[in-house]
C-alpha cells in the first residue's frame, strides 16, 4: 500500500519541467524558507515574537533528534534503494527513508508557530504540506514516512507546549541578554506579536 500511494504520487513527476522544478525547490530549500521566516520573526517581532521563533526552532531541533533516534531503532530503505525502477528527481544518500527529515522539521515547526500565533502557523503548515509532498514526488520518501513525520511533530510540538512553564524563564532569559547585548529596551511588548 505504502509503495503503491508513493507510485501514485512519484508518476507524476517528469511529466512536467515546471511542476519538477517546484517540488525540487521546495524539497531543497524549504527548511532554508523556516530559516528566513524564523528570523524574520525574531528581527520584526517584539519579545513574545522572539519566543515564538526560539519555540520553533527548539521543537524542530528536538523533533529531527526524535527521528534520528527512532531511524537507529527502526530502518526503511529509502524508495530508490529497495525498487530499482524508481528514477529519483535528485541525488541522495542511502541512508533512513523513515522519518522524513525535511517533514519532520517542517512540520515541527510549523506546529509550534501553529500553536501560538495562527496568522503564522497556517501559512507554515501549508508549506509543510508542499514540502512533504515534494519529497515523495521527487522520489526520496514513501508516503508513510511524512505521515510518520507529522506524527512525530505534533507529539513533540504537544510536550513542549505541555512544558511551556518550565521554559519560559530559560527564554526570556536569552531573549533578555540578545535585547541586552543589541541595545534594545525592553518595552514590555510581550503583547505585540508579529
Known sequence: MNYQLF???????GHSTIL?????????YALVLYAICLLGIWFLGGNKSKRNALYALGTGIVALAANLIISKIYYEPRPFVTHHDVHTLIK???????PSDHAT???????????RNRKIGVPMI??????????VWVGVHYPFDVVGS????AIVTFIICKLERFLNPILDAI???YNSLFGRKSKGDYKKSI
Open 7 to 13: 507510485q501514485s504520487i512519484h508518476n507524476l513527476s
Open 92 to 98: 541522495h544518500a542511502e541512508d533512513a527513508s523513515f
Open 126 to 135: 501549508i508549506l509543510a504540506i508542499i514540502t512533504g509532498f515534494s519529497r
Open 175 to 177: 531573549i533578555k541578554f
Open 150 to 153: 507529522i506524527i512525530v511533530a
Open 105 to 115: 522539521g517542517s512540520f515541527a515547526i510549523a506546529f509550534a508557530l501553529w500553536a
Open 20 to 28: 519538477d522544478d517546484i517540488m525540487i525547490f521546495f524539497t531543497n
